[in-house]
């Protein structure tokens, strides 16, 4: 629309908890919102940065079951695309912890993860995913074209759980 503050609708059975966005018609960043963060900061899916405050990404609002709102930084008369996510029982949960330092399992899933994309919100720190399939200690940075990394069993990300995943104390995982 050119100005902030378009309600976009989201299809979802209930409010996003993470969306991924990005301007298409110019040379810009995916801006991510993830629920605990709320409406005005953001994560740059592109970046290692900490989380950043803005009222123009997300214009200050939170989503709700029907739509999310863009501000002035995503819609300066161009086109945008965005992919939404919600919770959904036994499949996919999309949250927050807050690290200890040290090992820390993190329940409450509700279901065993097969796939994990994890990022510290307070410092400079990559995105990182995880997947069962090649195990708890391999893992990729989704802001990096660098090849897989092998981490010490239990640096990063020690195991898949049955209800959530047991973190190790570093790498930005658990600090």
Same mark, same amino acid.
């Given at each position: ?47 290692? *940065?900490?989380?950043?405050? /803005? &009222?123009? %990404?997300?214009?200050? +609002?939170?989503?709700? !079951?029907?739509?999310?709102?863009? $501000? #002035? *930084?995503?819609?300066?008369? /161009? &086109?945008? %695309?965005?992919?939404? +996510?919600?919770?959904? !029982?036994?499949?996919?949960?999309? $949250? #927050?912890?807050?690290?200890?330092? /040290? ?73």
């Amino acid at each position: 629309t050119g100005s902030a503050g378009p309600s976009i609708g989201h299809g979802l059975s209930s409010a996003p908890t993470f969306i991924i966005a990005k301007t298409l018609d110019t040379v810009a960043k995916w801006r991510v919102f993830q629920s605990s963060l709320g409406g005005t900061k953001y994560l740059n899916f592109s970046d290692t *940065d900490a989380a950043g405050t /803005s &009222s123009n %990404i997300w214009n200050d +609002f939170t989503p709700t !079951a029907t739509v999310f709102q863009v $501000g #002035s *930084d995503l819609s300066p008369s /161009s &086109s945008v %695309i965005a992919y939404c +996510f919600n919770d959904v !029982a036994g499949f996919s949960k999309m $949250g #927050s912890y807050t690290g200890n330092g /040290s090992t820390q399992s993190i329940t409450g899933l509700g279901f065993q993860p097969s796939w994990l994309l994890i990022k510290n919100m307070d410092s400079a720190r990559g995105w990182q995913m995880f997947d069962s399939s090649r195990g708890a200690n391999q893992l990729l940075f989704a802001n990096s074209n660098s090849a897989e990394s092998s981490e010490s069993a239990g640096t990063s990300l020690s195991s898949f759980d049955s209800d959530g995943f047991t973190v190790g104390s570093g790498n930005g995982v658990n600090e």
